[in-house]
């Protein structure tokens, strides 16, 4: 779950992470008296999105005057900010963060993911931030500092320092480093946080290190023990289909080709993506209905894919462990009949009653070609969707 850069400096400020004054608004109304409160006389207004590149989509805006500040608000409010993150629609601005424009000396990167190859928190720091950390990472991957935490240890001071040092920080703003990244690593911890980051954590004319921008992606698998974050969700900012999908145990994402699928279990929904490609197509979406399906799940996920207006056909593709095949044609018919589905369909069963499930298909009354071999499944639907 992916949370505002506004929320993530709450969280910050509750673990002893400086970040600048600011104030959230709703409505152009609130403008004035949040300069006031932040003070200074230079602000900036940030949209409040879940996407980064805020500031190279126009997200971003520095007002040197209340006046200022208010154009920025009338432009950004009600309307959608693209960025080099989101798809060409872009996502809806809501809220405006209205923070104090800060004397920039350096921007640096500092982020905590589970890298998976280590299997291990890993600490990723760099004297280049604010920009892509992507691009830095795969031109000039000797700028950017990795430092393993043992998982039965924890993070010291001493640890701190020492990545404190290579990015070249003064005595005064070690310390400050150290209570910064002690404080992402104890969040990391304690809300279950698969990445965490500040791009950029700047050090400023003033001698101080704050956070100037703060992402923050929880583990979907722990939320429920973490009622507070659960709260934090704002699905303005998620795919209609996609909080459908989740409403009905769904593991749906939406992707731009024009294959439908509809594939039992993650690991065999990537292959089936990948045969699709393989074979000159391109997937509308990753679906998985899990492992233990059942016919009604299966009818939701037609619904859902049926609403997607660029597929041109469909491949299920299950295999039947848990699930029994007969009962899955089943519930592949019920949910022709119920949608009205008119795309060409190709089911590929395998495992459990296979057989009976494929003989159920190629009875009926609708069209539904049957394979039983996932490479012919995945050649056919190619040519249908043609
Ligand atoms: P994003 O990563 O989504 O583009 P950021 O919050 O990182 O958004 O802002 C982009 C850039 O805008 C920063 O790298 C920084 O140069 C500038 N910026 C952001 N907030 C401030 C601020 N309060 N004062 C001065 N400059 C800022
Ligand atoms: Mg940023």
New binding site residues.
């Given amino acids: 779950m992916h949370i505002h850069?506004y929320q993530a400096k709450e969280i910050f400020g509750q673990y002893g992470i400086q970040t600048?004054r600011s104030v959230l608004i709703n409505n152009l109304s609130e403008a004035e008296s949040a300069c006031e409160s932040v003070a200074g006389n230079v602000w900036?207004v940030?949209a409040q999105v879940h996407a980064?590149?805020?500031?190279?989509g126009g997200?971003?805006i520095?007002a040197r005057s209340i006046d200022e500040v208010e154009n920025a608000c009338t432009n950004l409010l009600g309307s959608n900010l693209v960025?080099p993150q989101t798809d060409s629609k872009g996502l809806p601005i809501n809220k405006l963060l209205i923070?104090?424009?800060?004397n920039?000396e350096r921007?640096l990167y500092l982020g905590l993911l589970v890298d998976r190859q280590t299997q291990k928190i890993t600490i990723l720091a760099s004297t280049e931030g604010?920009m892509d950390i992507e691009k830095v990472a795969s031109d000039t991957p000797d700028k950017i500092i990795k430092f393993s935490v043992d998982p039965l240890g924890t993070l010291s001071v001493k640890d701190c320092e020492y990545i404190a040092n290579n990015l070249d920080l003064n005595d005064e703003l070690i310390n400050q480093f150290s209570t910064t990244l002690l404080g992402l690593y104890q969040i990391f911890i304690e809300k279950d946080v698969s990445l965490i980051e500040i791009?950029?954590l700047i050090t400023t004319k003033e001698n101080k290190l704050l956070a100037?921008?703060g992402k923050i992606d929880f583990d979907d698998n722990a939320l429920y023990r973490h009622e507070d974050i659960f709260d934090l969700r704002d699905t303005s900012q998620e795919e209609e289909k996609e909080i459908l999908a989740s409403e009905h145990q769904l593991n749906y994402i939406s992707l731009d080709g024009t294959i439908g699928c509809m594939v039992n279990g993650a690991g065999l929904a990537m292959a089936t993506m990948d045969l699709i490609g393989h074979h000159g197509g391109s997937p509308a979406n990753f679906l998985d209905v899990g492992g233990g399906t059942t016919a009604e799940r299966v009818a939701k996920a037609f619904e859902l894919i049926q609403t997607e207006s660029n597929v041109k056909g469909i491949l299920v593709n299950i295999f039947g462990g848990i699930v029994r095949c007969d009962l899955i044609a089943e519930g592949i018919l019920q949910a022709i009949e119920k949608v009205g589905l008119k795309l060409p369909i190709v089911v590929r069963l395998e495992g459990t009653n296979a057989k009976e499930g494929l003989d159920l298909l190629g009875k009926s009354e609708f069209s539904v070609h049957t394979e039983a071999d996932l490479t012919k499944a995945a050649i056919k639907i190619v040519e249908l969707s043609k």
Avoid at 52 to 56: D, H, L, W
Avoid at 99 to 102: D, K, N, S, T
């Fill in positions: 850069e600048p900036v940030k980064g590149g805020r500031g190279k997200g971003v520095l960025t923070e104090g424009g800060q920039i921007e604010g791009n950029p100037l921008d």
